[in-house]
């Protein structure tokens, strides 16, 4: 499977200067664990997580460093943590230089890719543009798919499938994409993401199911989950 199969797509996102606060409500209101920072030209130049804002100074929360650890540490090390707890943009806190794979990569090297480098998600580009992302529970959901299944990779017509169901979306007043993810096998489409309400839930579904050439579709959307 491929990056593109399997991504949360489109991706809600922030600006470099971006106050931490809207940056947290963001995070909150679409229940996403983190934003790709984009600069004017749509281009990634880093990402905010939640690991970057919960040691904070205005919480209460900055970490404690006995004196030894401070002797230890470089001039270098002690500013970059003065300014991740006290930086008031997204500038500040990102993690920049951020890994990012394209629409093509293949699943198991986006796996080896999250497990060598210690991080839980990647930003997905086509032509030099954010189309989505994969974070570890997007490998989950495509692992899920398989009990029954055959192991093969999703075909065109399934591609195909989850592409015309998503365009469906797009002119949808009632939907939101950036809350759902979409796996298409076999005919059948799977739905994973975030609803606002059981009316929203029954809708999708009943768009799914009215998708030309969805053979059946297997619903485990929630109110209350995490999209990535």
């Known amino acids: 499977m491929l990056a593109r199969e399997v991504m949360a797509s489109p991706v809600v996102t922030t600006t470099a200067d971006a106050a931490i606060t809207d940056i947290a409500d963001l995070m909150l209101k679409h229940k996403v664990s983190a934003l790709p920072v984009l600069d004017a030209d749509g281009q990634v130049i880093g990402i905010v997580s939640e690991g970057d804002l919960i040691q904070r100074d205005e919480i209460g929360t900055l970490p404690h460093r006995s004196w030894w650890l401070s002797a230890l540490g470089t001039k270098a090390q002690l500013a970059d943590e003065f300014i991740k707890s006290h930086g008031a943009t997204a ?134 989950v995490t999209v990535y």
């Not at 480098?117 to 798919?145: C, F, H, T, W, Y």
């Not at 075909?155 to 298409?184: C, M, Y």
Request: charged share 30%; glycine share 6%.
């Open 91 to 224: 500038s500040a806190v990102m993690t920049a230089n951020v890994l990012t794979v394209s629409a093509d990569t293949p699943l198991q090297e986006i796996a080896e890719i999250l497990e060598r480098k210690k991080v839980k998600r990647l930003p997905i580009l086509e032509d030099g543009k954010l189309v989505g992302i994969v974070s570890r529970a997007n490998l989950l959901q495509a692992l899920a798919i398989q009990r029954g299944a055959a192991q093969d990779a999703p075909s065109p017509e399934d591609r195909d499938l989850r592409q015309r169901f998503l365009d469906t979306l797009k002119g949808e007043p009632w939907a939101n994409s950036a809350h759902l993810n979409v796996i298409a096998k076999q005919g059948v489409l799977y739905l994973w993401g975030q609803v606002r309400s059981q009316k929203e839930r029954e809708a999708l579904v009943l768009a799914a199911k009215e998708t030309p050439g969805v053979k059946d579709v297997v619903d485990h959307t929630d109110r209350s």
